[in-house]
């Protein structure tokens, strides 16, 4: 199985405020910071309007 886990250089946790620890896992769209643990889902716009 290939692993869908990316590093995101070049940006910074705005909770722990540390350089180049976010990650980004594609399958669930969740971002997480690898020192403090701070997570984030990603929702996709799927271009609909309501």
């Known amino acids: 199985m ?3 886990t990316y590093l995101l250089e070049g940006l910074r946790c705005s909770t722990c405020r ?3 620890t976010l ?11 690898r020192e ?8 996709a716009d799927d271009g609909e309007d309501q």
């Open 2 to 4: 290939r692993d869908m």
């Open 18 to 20: 540390s350089d180049n």
């Open 23 to 33: 990650w980004l896992d594609l399958e669930p769209g969740l971002v997480e910071c």
């Open 36 to 43: 403090c643990g701070q997570g984030a889902l990603i929702v």
